[in-house]
């Protein structure tokens, strides 16, 4: 597989151009579409995405190791079909609504300030995560690894205790109310 290293992509449209199989290696892509790109079997290593749109695009045993995305549209990925060897993400203000990271080991990932939209985190293992100042609405939390993750920021949590393994895992006064909707509880 060619290898491409240290290049910067800005204001590329790969619905009107195809992204080669390659390995990029330290590459930054700004402003770039790939919503509804074939991006299957591409390998990401040490690379930024900036404040580009990925919605719906292809990442069927794509890998990304080690990736940044700041300000990018990511909606309806499946990251659960990315290659997971050596797979490291984090997201800093970022939109990933109705994606799925099924079955994934993101320990110690950073979210920053993204939207979590029916994002779909199921037996997922995210010990020592950061969720910071993130929206978790309808987020689904189902037999996943959730301790030591600082949620201490981040609102409309709802997670079921007795169906997560949360253990040390950081929550605000007002997040606590979400742990405990399954009771339909009135809290005061």
């Known amino acids: 597989m060619e290898t491409i290293e240290n290049e910067r992509f800005d204001k590329l449209d790969f619905n009107l151009q195809i992204l080669k199989i390659a390995e990029y290696e330290n590459c930054v892509f700004t402003n770039c ?13 040490d690379c930024e995405f900036k404040n580009c749109n990925l919605s719906s695009a292809k990442i069927t045993n794509t890998a990304f190791k080690n990736v940044l995305f700041c300000d990018c549209k990511m ?3 499946h990251f659960d079909e990315c290659n997971t ?3 490291e993400l984090n997201f800093e203000n970022c939109n990933l609504g109705f ?10 990932s950073k979210f920053v300030q993204c ?8 037996d997922c293992d995210l010990t020592a995560s950061l969720f910071d ?6 987020t689904v939390f189902e ?13 409309n949590i709802i997670i079921d205790p007795e169906r997560n393994k ?5 929550f605000s006064k007002e997040g606590l109310l979400g742990l405990l909707m399954k009771y339909d509880l009135e809290i005061f």
Request: aromatic residues 14%; contains cysteine.
């Open 166 to 170: 949360i253990k040390k895992a950081k």
């Open 75 to 77: 909606l309806g990925l």
């Open 143 to 155: 037999s996943t690894i959730l301790e030591k993750v600082d949620f201490s920021t981040s609102f």
């Open 85 to 87: 060897f050596l797979l």
């Open 33 to 45: 579409n790939f919503s509804n790109s074939n991006l299957a079997k591409i390998v990401f290593s």
């Open 133 to 138: 100042n993130c929206d978790l609405n309808r």
């Open 99 to 108: 994606s799925a990271f099924c079955k994934l080991k993101l320990k110690k």
């Open 115 to 122: 939207n979590f939209n029916e994002v779909d985190f199921s």
